[in-house]
T-cell receptor
Framework: DTGVSQDPRHKITKRGQNVTFRCDPI?????LYWYRQTLGQGPEFLTY????????KSRLLSDRFSAERPKGSFSTLEIQRTEQGDSAMYLC?????????????FGPGTRLLVL | QKEVEQDPGPLSVPEGAIVSLNCTYS??????FMWYRQYSRKGPELLMY????GNKEDGRFTAQVDKSSKYISLFIRDSQPSDSATYLC??????????FGQGTRLTINP
């Protein structure tokens, strides 16, 4: 399978715990994106990387959220001190190009439930 | 007011019907438009990607863009039960960030 993969697919945690999600983009894609999707809504942009550099962060990404892409390949998204409002589907996407506006290919998502 | 408005439905039609899905947007800087399909508990997959005003056809799917009215549409001909999904319109804000509509949940009844 050469698509975007995400792990875990589901995560249940208690309020206040830390969680970390992983995304493996399509091989050789230089851009990687994180989006959050709540029930009945479209995905909302969180952040994106070009290679290992994090170039844009949404105001939705509070200081409890941190994302990394250490070697320009896979990425991790960590949420510290989770809150019930963090319950959502976290989607990763990747694309390849130089000019921007390339097709973004999405992974299956990680569904987070904070109790 | 959201930058991209999409009727959330749900929309239910019989098999074989023509389906029309629509989005409006407020930011005239949006120039690139996409339609994604999302099956339950899956990630979105790209269906159509258009730039110019006018129509773009791909099999049973036609994407229509009217920049003067800030209005885009997706038409599905000869709809099939396998088309049952949530359809999301999306637009680029800048070069990297996608802004999505709320999604329209579509059911095709056999």
């Amino acid at each position: 399978d050469t698509g975007v993969s995400q792990d875990p697919r589901h995560k249940i945690t208690k309020r206040g715990q830390n969680v970390t999600f992983r995304c493996d983009p399509i091989s050789e894609h230089n851009r990687l994106y994180w989006y959050r999707q709540t029930l009945g809504q479209g995905p909302e942009f969180l952040t994106y990387f070009q290679n290992e550099a994090q170039l844009e962060k949404s105001r939705l990404l509070s200081d409890r959220f941190s994302a990394e892409r250490p070697k320009g390949s896979f990425s991790t998204l960590e949420i510290q001190r989770t809150e019930q409002g963090d319950s959502a589907m976290y989607l990763c996407a990747s694309s390849f190009g130089l000019a921007g506006r390339e097709t973004q290919y999405f992974g299956p998502g990680t569904r987070l439930l904070v109790l | 007011q959201k930058e991209v408005e999409q009727d959330p439905g749900p929309l239910s039609v019989p098999e074989g019907a023509i389906v029309s899905l629509n989005c409006t947007y407020s930011n005239s800087a949006f120039q690139y438009f996409m339609w994604y399909r999302q099956y339950s508990r899956k990630g979105p997959e790209l269906l159509m990607y258009t730039y110019s005003s006018g129509n773009k056809e791909d099999g049973r799917f036609t994407a229509q863009v009217d920049k003067s009215s800030k209005y885009i549409s997706l038409f599905i001909r000869d709809s099939q039960p396998s088309d049952s999904a949530t359809y999301l319109c999306a637009m680029f804000q800048g070069a990297q960030k996608l802004v999505f509509g709320q999604g329209t949940r579509l059911t095709i009844n056999p």
